[in-house]
């Protein structure tokens, strides 16, 4: 039964060990884990928890612990990974720090430790609070309530909202300059994976504005993994025993590590131990936006950080860091799990429009996007034209079709009045995609609302958003939606995030090219050259296959969209599309097969899904495949080998959880038939003993070795594919 504990004050006069009503924290509790994650689930449930003492508060869910203590000031004192028993803190650090009017204040911390190398527990009740520092007056606990309401129109793959615990600290001041500013720091910690979400707030209780200069809502002294003697901090490692992400990511990458702003490794030269000569060794974790908010909080209102997903990592793995990657977002972003099948319509009237759904209900597709070049404009809010798009939505859903369409934001000149204005130039200019509108500008500010209006009034279901903000810095004074430059990237954010907050809420399902899964988007592009798709369609089979293999080390295959240009695209000529239909039906099923096959929702861009009886008939049936089985091909995907035209490529689907609990797909490229015998990894399939593969022509039992590999005997035809569905 979910339980709301009540909020305990600890004024500073008060003992610590005065707080009441928590379980007491059992040391035997602490032993490792000794089931796989990643295989059987963790049944204990997230609980925090007091010391024996009343020193201490413990988040602990069986697969993580951090401890903290309360007195007489709040500390992290310990951080473990209970799957390998690894201590990732070496030394203490606040807990947060502001920067407020130019000048830095910690928000919690101890002082006095000396030795930074590791911490012992006996050192901590020698260390004392700093009176500049925010104090911890009280904390509270509550159940892990889901980030956003989410409400899926379209297949998703076993979805659950995420439950745990969560402890909340509450810090104030006694500076007279920090008067009425509370401070409450979020503790999110989550059921069946190692992971703990951390976020801060700022509330303003005071009579006078503050400018909110800076937030670093995580500081984490971190042991190093390394051993250098000389060497700049850029040139070392950093953690791995610590995957970091925030919802503060941008710049089209299409990967988070390289769309991260806020991830910063800091050196520690009071680490006076550490091997490296001159003190650089990058080991201490600040997690703060790279453009510092610049807010300037006026009384009454509430600041909000970003949301520091922290998950434990127990290997150097690529696979096995991936799989916990990808875990973390089915549990934190479940909406990543939808994935509608869909074709892109180049369209030019409403009775295209309506053709299209006709196909797509006879083929079993399940979604139409208006592409780019489409007759569809979303900005156009007039009476008429929503009215006009309602009407084709509406027939849509009486086939049982979605319908959604294109929009482009920020790679576009709109005017000198609502362009992101270069902050070294005084001028329009100097943006991602070189001219952009501001999305504080009246023209952004009016852009959002449109898309609302335009998706409510209709009734789509989808809304593709192209080039969204992409992080552009504006020094316009003139503009509503920002005060200056200092404010103008996290003010830009705040609006698109609150368009996808909107969407996801109201069951419109986001595609958007870039990082914001954790704020309601569902699907990103899988990374791919659009001019490669004016190359032979020989060429694209083995560049999609890779594109397919590089693209989903860390996302989902429901994250991810491809591309398949029925007509022609970005140039070439008719050895590169596949109109007409019908005269290329192997090179159409082969696309397919690559991207179903795959769980990858691909683009099917053109005028049509299908031209004869012959093309439908080839259509469905491929779907219908992909149906049957679709769990397990959303399912995780274990790397096998990377398409390179010279042998075999191929990938598994796992999860052990479903009764199908893996699907091989290998492909030959060559062009005579290849026999192999191949050693298939089926450890995260949770099967130990056997395992029978099966398709609709054979099927085999096959023992497992102890590395859980099966001996598989296989013939894959000439520029052709084989697959099994594996079972207990």
Known sequence: MKRLFPLFFLPLALPAQNVPSLPTWNDQLERLTDADWLVKPCTVRAGIYRSAGGKDLILYNGLLLRRFRITPNAACTDFRNLSNGQQLLRALAPEARLKIDGKNYNVGGLHGQTEKAYLLPEWVDQYTAQPTDFQLVSFETQPLRPYLSWKPKTWAGRPAQPTGAVLILHFESGLPELAGLHVRIFYELYDGLPLLVKWLSVENKGGKTVQLDRVTNEILALVEEESAVVGKPEQMKKQHGLYVETNFAFNNAMRYDISDQTTHWITDSSYTSQVNYNYETPCVLEISPEKTPGIALKPGETFRSVRSCELLMDSYDRERRGLAIRKMYRTLAPWTTQNPVFMHLISQDDQQVRAAVDQCAATGYEAIILSFGSHCNMEDTSAANLQRWKALADYAHAHGILLGSYALFSSRRISDADDVIDPRTGRPGGAFFGNAPCFGSRWGLAYAEKLKIFLRETGFDIFENDGPYPGDVCASTTHPGHKNLADSQWRQMEIQKDLYHWCNENGVYVNAPDWYFLDGTNKIAIGYREVNFSLPRDQQKILN???????????????????????????????????????????????????????????????????????????????????RYR????????????????????????????????????????????????????????????????????????KLSRNYDAELRVTIPAEGWVWYAIRG
């Open 631 to 702: 769990d397990i091909l959303n399912a995780d995907i274990i790397h096998l080998r990377r398409a390179d035209g010279r042998d075999w490529d191929g990938i598994l689907h796992v999860d052990p959880a479903l009764p199908t609990k893996g699907f091989l797909l290998l492909f030959n490229p060559l062009k005579t038939p290849l026999a192999r015998t191949l050693k298939v990894p089926l450890y995260y399939t949770g099967l130990e003993k056997t395992a029978v593969f099966y398709n609709d022509g054979e099927q085999k039992r096959l």
């Open 545 to 627: 296959r890779q594109n397919i293999f590089d693209g989903t080390w860390e996302k989902t295959p429901s994250m991810g969209w491809g591309f398949v240009p029925l007509t022609r695209y970005q140039g070439g000529g008719p050895e590169a599309v596949l109109e007409p239909l019908s005269e290329h039906l192997r090179d159409y099923e082969q696309l397919m097969v690559q991207y179903y096959g795959a769980g990858v929702q691909a683009c099917y861009r053109g005028p049509r899904i299908y031209d004869t009886e012959a093309t439908r008939a080839l259509v469905r049936r491929t779907l219908d495949w992909y149906k």
